[in-house]
């Protein structure tokens, strides 16, 4: 194995699709088969790329200001910002349907915009992404312990584009 | 916004290292600042590349017999295989200590080997991350509803290097 970094190639498999108050990811023709038995889980973690912010400043971003806690500051790997080295993004959405055949995988919500990449797919297994007893940040007193049924979303002022 | 699929770059921002029974992501310089205040969460998502299977072949398989469900198989966006199109793997790691200026965060395991690349920290988030009422594929039927505390390992026969 090559412990040299070298750069990391990947390719988008599919592209988020936010339109009339549905939200798809809609998968590329070559990948679907890849969706075989997903309808079997409630659950998918997608893999998106934070495309707004693929410009050098931003992936140099290494510590940054945490909008839901006053003076405070963190670095991009201690929060979820969108702003980091590589602009991998990983969301847990709840799963309404899969259809392989057309390769639109409906969930309830997602935070990426309407035409974002995405990279992977990837079953929400509990063994491996569950933790019972997850301790936080004090930057984090008072949010809900759980997943929101209703799945994650853009937050408030980021407008949905039609399609 | 474009959304013609073109490559996506990362660059490394660490490595796996195994060695003497410890486990330790090894931070590179330039990112460490980027840990601050990760010590403050007991468990974050490490985000590795498969490097092994960084060959066309891997990359080009969609649907994979499950090792663990005698006669089944599966797409690869529905279980966990490391072969994908794109070989990012998100693996959740119980944090044993954080040290900024040397960049280690020694976790309790992974299932990464020695030597992999690493290209994404994210600290874990229950709100985000910890889904109540998951259901799952009758392929993990008997499987542990939840991380374990010791974390997840290599495969036994799967052997560690020294280094």
Redesign the interface.
């Known amino acids: 194995?090559?412990?040299q970094?070298?750069?990391?190639?990947?390719?988008?498999?599919g592209?988020v699709r936010r339109a009339n108050g549905s939200i798809t990811v809609q998968?590329?023709a070559p990948?679907r088969?890849?969706?075989?038995?997903?309808d079997?889980?409630?659950?998918?973690?997608v893999?998106w790329?934070a495309?707004?912010y693929d410009e050098p400043q931003y992936r140099q971003a290494?510590?940054v200001p945490l909008p839901y806690a006053e003076n405070r500051?963190?670095?991009?790997?201690?929060?979820?910002a969108p702003v980091?080295?590589?602009l991998?993004m990983?969301?847990?959405c709840a799963i309404e349907s899969v259809d392989?055949a057309s390769g639109e995988v409906r969930v309830t919500n997602i935070d990426a915009?309407d035409?974002?990449?995405v990279?992977?797919?990837?079953?929400?297994?509990?063994?491996?992404?569950?933790?019972?007893?997850?301790?936080?940040?004090?930057?984090?007193e008072g949010?809900?312990?759980?997943?929101?049924?209703e799945g994650?979303g853009l937050m408030e002022g980021e407008g949905e584009s039609g399609s």
């Open positions: 194995m090559s412990e970094p070298r750069p990391i190639q990947m390719n988008p498999i592209t998968i590329d990948y088969p890849a969706l075989k038995a997903l079997t889980f409630s659950h998918v973690i893999f790329w495309v707004l290494l510590v500051e963190a670095g991009v790997f201690a929060c979820r980091r080295p590589n991998i990983a969301t847990v392989e915009f035409g974002t990449p990279v992977d797919l990837k079953a929400y297994y509990p063994v491996t992404d569950r933790v019972q007893n997850a301790h936080i940040s004090g930057y984090l949010w809900p312990e759980w997943f929101p049924t994650l």
